[in-house]
């Protein structure tokens, strides 16, 4: 079973510009979930989608968005970049929200360098 | 929502048994453990989880204590792939609000020395 797939894996943008990252979840998934890792922050939630939903949200600005296609696969979207993006972002799926926290499963994420 | 509290390093010899322990001293009644393991440059991936007393998988052991106000992840003999960052989690599992709760924090940076 392929596992959750994330594209482009790296990517270099510049302040102002914005960006699109893609998530392909686990087959017969329905829960993705987003996070970004920071060095000095951890890994912390931005957004939760199902059944094309959005379901919860961390506390992120509203230059941070999302969406779930019908097919389960997610897109999230950055406006107006800012040097503090620059981040490892992970997308995770899971069978449904309840069953998050034993049968989450990660990408390998992408990683967005801010110039 | 329970705060944990992990070491933020830990250095171990090959072969020898490295406990983590994490502290959540308001854990609430509903509220399972949850340890993850990450690789650098990959995502976290679930180790194990238990509610009370000992839990054993082919990965690692958990032991909490009768008042949950602490967990010991215990990894056996452990190896260089080992070297990792484990985060511990507390929430609960079956709540139907999704991974908000899923609060990941900084976790603990494990290096084995060979």
């Known amino acids: 079973k392929a596992g959750v797939t994330q594209t482009p894996r790296y990517l270099i943008k510049t302040r102002g510009q914005q960006v699109t990252l893609s998530c392909s979840p686990i087959s017969g998934h329905r829960s993705v979930s987003w996070y970004q890792q920071t060095p000095g922050q951890g890994l912390q939630f931005l957004f939760e989608?199902?059944?094309?939903?959005?379901?919860n949200k961390g506390n992120f600005p509203g230059r941070f968005s999302g969406r779930q296609f019908s097919n389960s696969r997610s897109e999230m979207n950055v406006s107006t970049l800012e040097l503090g993006d620059s981040a490892l972002y992970l997308c995770a799926s899971s069978l449904a929200p309840e069953r998050a926290y034993n049968e989450q499963f990660f990408g390998p994420g992408t990683r967005l360098t801010v110039l | 929502l329970a705060k944990t509290t992990q070491p933020i390093s830990m250095d171990s010899y090959e072969g020898q048994e490295v406990n983590i322990t994490c502290s959540h001293n308001?854990?609430?009644?509903?509220?399972?453990i949850t340890w993850y393991q990450q690789f650098p440059s990959q995502g976290p991936r679930f180790i194990i989880q238990g509610y009370k007393t000992k839990v054993t998988n082919e990965v690692a052991s958990l032991f909490i204590p009768a008042d949950r106000k602490s967990s010991t992840l215990s990894l056996p003999r452990v190896s260089l792939s080992d070297t990792a960052v484990y985060y511990c989690l507390v929430g609960d599992v079956k709540s139907n609000f999704g991974n908000e709760k899923l609060t990941f924090g900084t976790g603990t940076r494990l290096t084995i020395i060979p």
């Open positions: 989608y199902f059944s094309e939903t959005q379901r």
């Open positions: 308001n854990i609430a009644t509903n509220d399972y």
